[in-house]
């Protein structure tokens, strides 16, 4: 099996669990969105927003380097479990800052108990996505698949009968905390019994791991924040409706960014990391096929976010409570199709080691974008904040093409995306000339229409087509695997 055959294999297992993911979170999230009301849903996704921050401060660049180590096989159980340590360790020293920044900020007891309730499931996500990180880094993705499908259920369901029972944002918090707790469990048994994993903690190769990733953990910490201080922004500057409603489209715009963190973050960044250490022919190779796939990917979606907000708003929210919500998240949408194509520029660099280099650019970014917040949220609310974020992500992918190597990539992605754009707007036509129809009819015809000029334009090649019909049975092939380990890891935990 070569490496595009074992990759779609591993995407086919991972895609699965995701579409069982994405239609938990989906629904609970429109569950806290209708049970909570505009304002205390604001409120949830600021916590929500703390606790993202935080897991992003203990992670530190750790998992992408634990994977990165396994992968090019410079990393063991060892480095598995001065990660866990380090981890651990980073969470003590952030969490007293984090609850400092809440007192100084003023917020309301609840607010703050669910920050720290979340900043507590946290601490349990971040030792179990390093046991991911290690398995992923093996290409690895039945059991980790298993876990994230644990942890997004049980969060769900729980929280949905808590929404019910007595909305309330601490008990939210409260799901979220069962959640992360059942996803560690499923991961240290599976990875127990079915692999014989046994992480070692030392504290001296701890330290020396969080040395080597300063550049890579100061880049991620950095990014984080100047792609989510919006929030927090907002929240200071507008009134609490005005959180909510950009809330509802922001949580909307994570839920679109599905694509790239199942192909992308997930199943290719060990793949590039083991291929960028041989010759550069299987790397370009797979880059090229991966670009052309997320290109036209997140091109549809951003067509679907952009002509249908209003219909989607209304939707899935109640329509007088959110109507303003539409306006960001058509505004949000440029944003998915440049996170698309960032997606896999930004693991390609980190797997060359340009740690470096990716840190010097976040820093600009975390400095321009927050100052171009304090101007347009003013200006325009939260639509200037939807804005903003779209702009920001134009700018980290104009800087990752100019650092891309010459040799990786060449002007074939750039007609991927121009023939891309002609079917897009293609698409848009061919919905204007029919508009009023229910949103199911307008939502089948935009894609019909934007397949259909895809196909005639020939973005993907004749061969590739043919290539993905004999990929075809995977995923059906991979449905059966995951449910019997799900069964085995079930039947596991009751003995």
């Avoid at 660049?61 to 992968?71: D, K, Y």
């Avoid at 349990?124 to 991911?132: K, N, R």
């Amino acid at each position: 099996m070569n490496v595009l055959h074992r990759t779609a294999r591993n995407v086919s297992i991972v895609a699965v669990s995701q579409l069982i993911m994405w239609l938990a979170t989906l629904g609970f999230t429109v569950a806290q969105a209708s049970l909570l009301g505009p304002a205390r849903f604001g409120q949830l996704s600021l916590a929500l927003s703390y606790a993202l921050f935080l897991s992003v401060v203990i992670d530190f660049g750790l998992g992408i380097q634990l994977s990165r180590m396994v992968a090019q096989r410079t990393g063991g159980p060892d480095a598995l479990g001065a990660t866990i340590l380090a981890r651990v360790v980073l969470w003590l020293v952030a969490l007293p800052c984090l609850w400092l920044v809440t007192v100084l900020l003023g917020y309301e007891r609840e607010l703050q108990l669910s920050i720290l309730v979340l900043a507590l499931s946290v601490l349990f996500v971040g030792i179990a996505t390093s046991i991911e990180a290690y398995l992923r880094g093996q290409e690895e993705f039945t059991l980790p698949s298993v876990a994230a499908i644990a942890y997004r259920v049980a969060a769900a369901a729980v929280g949905v009968t808590v929404l019910l029972l007595r909305p309330d944002i601490v008990g939210v918090a409260g799901a979220f905390l069962l959640g992360s707790i059942t996803y560690l469990v499923v991961l240290v048994i599976g990875s127990r019994s079915r692999l014989g994993l046994e992480p070692r903690l030392e504290a001296r190769l701890a330290v020396r791991l969080m040395r080597s990733a300063v550049p890579l953990g100061l880049w991620w910490v950095i990014g984080t924040f100047a792609f989510s201080v919006d929030m927090v922004i907002v929240e200071r500057l507008l009134p609490d409706e005005n959180v909510g409603w950009y809330a509802a489209a922001y949580r909307l715009f994570v839920v679109a960014t599905i694509v790239p963190t199942l192909v992308v973050g997930t199943v290719l960044s060990p793949v590039l990391s083991r291929l960028s250490l041989g010759p550069r022919d299987e790397l370009r190779t797979l880059l090229d096929k991966a670009l052309t796939a997320l290109i036209v990917s997140g091109v549809a979606i951003g067509l679907v976010l952009g002509l249908f907000a209003d219909r989607i708003v209304a939707t899935l929210y109640p329509a007088d409570a959110y109507a303003p919500a539409a306006n960001a998240l058509r505004l949000l949408a440029p944003r998915v199709v440049f996170l698309y194509v960032n997606s896999v520029l930004m693991y390609t660099l980190v797997a060359l080691h340009q740690d470096r280099r990716l840190l010097r650019t976040v820093i600009t970014l975390a400095i321009l974008n927050p100052l171009a917040n304090l101007v347009a949220i003013p200006l325009l609310a939260q639509n200037g904040a939807a804005l903003v974020s779209s702009l920001t992500e134009l700018g980290w992918l104009v800087w990752q093409v100019r650092a891309m190597p010459n040799d990786l990539l060449g002007s074939a992605s750039l007609r991927v995306a121009a023939k891309a754009g002609v079917a897009a707007v293609s698409a848009a036509v061919a919905c204007a000339a029919v508009w009023g129809q229910p949103l199911v009819v307008m939502l089948l015809l935009a894609l019909a229409a934007y397949v259909g000029v895809a196909l005639l334009l020939r973005i993907v090649e004749p061969s590739d087509l043919r290539a993905l019909r004999g990929l075809i049975s995977l995923p059906r092939a991979a449905a059966p695997d995951l449910a019997r380990s799900v069964a085995a890891t079930a039947q596991e935990k009751v003995a």
